[in-house]
Nanobody, 128 residues
């Protein structure tokens, strides 16, 4: 059973920073990519960032590029999302996600339907 547990959310002023963590368990962590998504009230869940299992390939939504950094520590089975220069529009519940498997034709990192495992989410609120 794959389990994902996020932490690190909170209330921060615009321009501030937060670092989210997602601890994974239940399988070999380094074999799989990990993603971060977010959902604001009344909006659909949207892609934020993703990282491959091994290596340095990372992916970002245009809205966070240059401000957010995804990383992972495979020894600790943890993926991180460092969020800098936060804006009120970054306010949302942030979820980490993992795919059940990687299709032979490759994974669409940006599509939430590519991910079967989800954490419970952590609230990030950015005040203006």
């Amino acid at each position: 059973q794959v389990r994902l547990v996020e932490s690190g959310g909170g209330l921060v002023q615009a321009g501030g920073s937060l670092r989210l963590s997602c601890a994974a368990s239940g399988r070999t962590f380094s074999n799989y990519p990990m993603g971060w998504f977010r959902q604001a009230p009344g909006k659909e869940r949207e892609f934020v960032s993703a990282i491959r299992g091994i290596g340095t390939n990372t992916y970002y939504a245009d809205s966070v590029k240059g401000r957010f950094t995804i990383s992972r520590d495979n020894a600790k089975n943890t993926v991180y999302l460092q969020m800098n220069s936060l804006k009120p529009e970054d306010t949302a519940v942030y979820y980490c996600a993992a795919p059940a498997s990687i299709p032979y034709y490759g994974l669409n990192y940006y599509d939430r339907n590519s991910y079967e495992y989800w954490g419970q989410g952590t609230q990030v609120t950015v005040s203006s």
